[in-house]
DNA sequence: ACTAAACTTTAGGCGCACCTAAATTTTAGT
DNA sequence: ACTAAAATTTAGGTGCGCCTAAAGTTTAGT
């Protein structure tokens, strides 16, 4: 069996794999929050057990069985987050920090379970997709809702799901996967954005963001009609 | 926070000390599947943090500090049993192993979730009692099934929750909490009983089982009318 | 009371996953 | 091309929870 560690290494590979394709040894120690030393340590292991790919100095890349398992993981861990929402109403910015710990203990019979329950799942309440049993994940085409321009219209695909206070604050503005928002205006300078959420007709209820908040949102255009 | 080791160490005390009021090193060590000598180890930790109170070579007993977690983790324990049992349809025989793991990382919060859902039950699916969140948990008065003589009428109260193959033995005979037998009759030199389910009316569908299985049961004595 | 068996503890080690400090390699600026 | 800064790896060490082997203590039989 992989240790907690290892399955969180993984899952952290690929995750950074999305936008860097070789994952360099600081950004992983970042976003686990270890020493490089360290993460250069578990590289090594990793290496050896041909779950990652390796050039010294140069960073990793997940293999084909490295990526199975960041997969399978990774499906536990939505799988649970929704589940915790639905079936136990705990609130979609709690959701994570308990599946980080419980994705590592799920057994295959009560992942099938879960899965079953919630009707077969294809996104977590974060709007992420949920890959299959088999290890296959939807591809989607996606922006950062900081890179619409004045006018846009988009749909909001998916919002980052480790930042508690990015979650909640989220919430309160109402900003959900599936929400359709128009963008309103955007100021020079800062590039504060002013959003409507769609069904509203007037400036009544508009309101303003910034680029980090901005930036923490996939969105998915739609035409102009 | 207490490591699963130890949580585990103080949830065997306190099982042990219900047998042996002072529990013996090799005792623990069978029970928790490891070397004489790791439980040693555990031990001194364990008497260093004032969980259990020790004396060398003569054994351990838990403090009121050490008990009050022993509760707690059993307490996760039975939730978690029952919950898998009634909300994810997990059979009997085996919701023991998954809680074994669960019981570790659930928080506070699922844990008061779980047990409102539940509404707030006292007994885990195998009789066990559920203690309270406070620590307190309901003494019985109890009879092991191979205690009993000819006649006797009883209620099953509890079966040993930990061995898989013995639990699906019992669910076939129907054996679960909260079942009336009488004990029909004892052979002599095996101590073989032959048990009836109380609404059967004759000897159609009376059975025998051995010291073995009688043991893991534990059941109440009705008055006889 | 003595002794042998049974039990328990101590001593010494191991693998895991982390750390800090020092050495090495890459990179980016001049 | 050279050098200083940044990134990475190596070296050496820690705590945890386990192991085996050896030494010490308790126990039960004679
Ligand atoms: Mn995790
Ligand atoms: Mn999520
Ligand atoms: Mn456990
Ligand atoms: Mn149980």
Redesign the interface.
């Known amino acids: 069996m992989n240790s907690q560690a290892v399955e969180d290494y993984l899952k952290a590979i690929y995750k950074l794999q999305s936008s860097q394709s070789m994952v360099v040894t600081s950004a992983l120690a970042d976003h686990l929050k270890v020493n490089p030393a360290s993460a250069t340590g578990m590289i090594k292991k990793l290496a050896d057990s041909n779950l990652v790919s390796y050039e010294r100095y140069q960073g990793v890349k997940l293999t084909p069985p490295g990526e199975k398992i960041a997969l399978e993981v990774i499906r536990h861990h939505r799988l649970i987050e929704l589940y915790?929402a639905e079936?136990?109403?705990?609130p979609w910015d709690?959701v994570h920090?308990?599946a980080e710990?419980?994705e590592h203990?799920l057994?295959e019979?009560?992942e099938d379970?879960?899965d079953k329950?919630l009707g077969y799942p294809t996104t977590d309440p974060h709007g992420a997709p949920i890959p299959s049993r088999d290890g296959n994940i939807e591809q989607r085409n996606t922006n950062l809702l900081s890179e619409l321009t004045q006018g846009d219209n988009a749909i909001i695909v998916e919002v980052s799901d480790d930042d508690t206070d990015m979650l909640r604050y989220l919430g309160k503005l109402e900003l959900y996967p599936q929400t359709n928002i128009q963008i309103i205006s955007i100021s020079p300078f800062d590039q504060l954005i002013t959003i409507r959420i769609i069904p509203n007709k007037d400036s009544n209820n508009d309101f303003v963001i910034g680029q980090k908040v901005a930036s923490s949102i996939l969105v998915s255009k739609l035409e102009e009609d």
């Open positions: 915790l079936a136990l109403n705990v709690q920090d308990e710990k419980w203990i057994s019979d009560l379970r879960i329950i």
